[in-house]
């Protein structure tokens, strides 16, 4: 199984931009800040990930507020085909707060 979750805002974002198939797509960048447990110790998390919408999903996220907290859930998956870095596949996210 292939699924993420994660709250993060949206750090960056480019225009919107179409595939030679017509396929709308936003690509992006998220934060995330947040405190976890491992091994019965508080662990302060940050990082950033690359993100991408496509299809319908693309147009919202075009129109999201920068700075604006999400919840996001998708996938994640290779750049491309050779490369071994991942970016978030986002299918679908709402405000959160």
């Known amino acids: ?11 960056e974002r480019d225009v919107l931009r179409y595939t030679p198939a017509g396929i709308p797509i936003v690509t992006a960048r998220l934060q995330h800040q947040s405190e ?3 091994a019965g110790i508080n662990r302060q998390v940050e990082f950033e990930i690359a993100a991408m919408a496509a299809g319908e999903i693309s147009g919202r996220l075009n129109k999201a ?3 604006g907290m999400f919840r996001f859930s ?7 085909r050779n490369s071994k870095s991942v970016v978030f596949h986002i299918i ?3 405000p959160v707060g």
Do not use: C, P, W, Y
């Not at 199984?1 to 750090?11: G, K, T």
């Not at 998708?74 to 491309?80: H, I, K, P, Q, S």
């Open 1 to 11: 199984m292939n699924q993420l979750q994660v709250i993060a805002s949206l750090a």
């Open 36 to 38: 976890q447990m491992e």
């Open 65 to 67: 507020s920068l700075g």
């Open 74 to 80: 998708g996938f994640l998956a290779r750049r491309n």
């Open 92 to 94: 679908d996210f709402d």
